[in-house]
T-cell receptor, first 113, second 114 residues
């Protein structure tokens, strides 16, 4: 499978715990995006990388959220001190060029109890 | 007011019907327009990608863009039960660091019943 891969697919955690999600993009894609989707809503942009550089962050990305893409390959999204409002599907996407098609992974679903 | 407005439905149609899905947007900086299909508990997959005003056809799907009215549509002909999914419109602004950042509509839930 050469698509975008996300891990874990589902994470259940208690409020206050830290969680980390991993995304492996399509290998030749230099752009990588993180989106968040809550029930009944469309995905909302969080941040994106071109190679290893984080070019933009949404105001939705509070200081509890941090994303990295070391060496321009896989990316991680960490949420510290999780809150119930963080419960959502976290989607990763990659593209080859800035106006190219975004290919999405199947998402990592977070449930905060 | 959201930048992209989409009627969430739900929309229920019989098999074989023509389906019309629509979005309006407020920011004229949006230049690229897409429709994604999302099955339950899956990531969105791209159906149509258009840039200019006018129609683009791909099989049973036709995407229509009217930049003057800030209105886009997706038509599905001869709808099938397998088309049952959430349909999301999405847009990209051209230029600057926002290039490539998608803004999505809320999504319309479509059910095609046999």
């Amino acid at each position: 499978d050469t698509g975008v891969s996300q891990d874990p697919r589902h994470k259940i955690t208690k409020r206050g715990q830290n969680v980390t999600f991993r995304c492996d993009p399509i290998s030749e894609h230099n752009r990588l995006y993180w989106y968040r989707q809550t029930l009944g809503q469309g995905p909302e942009f969080l941040t994106y990388f071109q190679n290893e550089a984080q070019l933009e962050k949404s105001r939705l990305l509070s200081d509890r959220f941090s994303a990295e893409r070391p060496k321009g390959s896989f990316s991680t999204l960490e949420i510290q001190r999780t809150e119930q409002g963080d419960s959502a599907m976290y989607l990763c996407a990659s593209s080859q060029t800035r106006d190219g098609e975004l290919f999405f992974g199947e998402g990592s679903r977070l449930t905060v109890l | 007011q959201k930048e992209v407005e989409q009627d969430p439905g739900p929309l229920s149609v019989p098999e074989g019907a023509i389906v019309s899905l629509n979005c309006t947007y407020s920011n004229s900086a949006f230049q690229y327009f897409m429709w994604y299909r999302q099955y339950s508990r899956k990531g969105p997959e791209l159906l149509m990608y258009t840039y200019s005003s006018g129609n683009k056809e791909d099989g049973r799907f036709t995407a229509q863009v009217d930049k003057s009215s800030k209105y886009i549509s997706l038509f599905i002909r001869d709808s099938q039960p397998s088309d049952s999914a959430t349909y999301l419109c999405a847009m990209i602004m051209a230029g600057g660091t926002s290039y490539g950042k998608l803004t999505f509509g809320q999504g319309t839930i479509l059910t095609v019943h046999p």
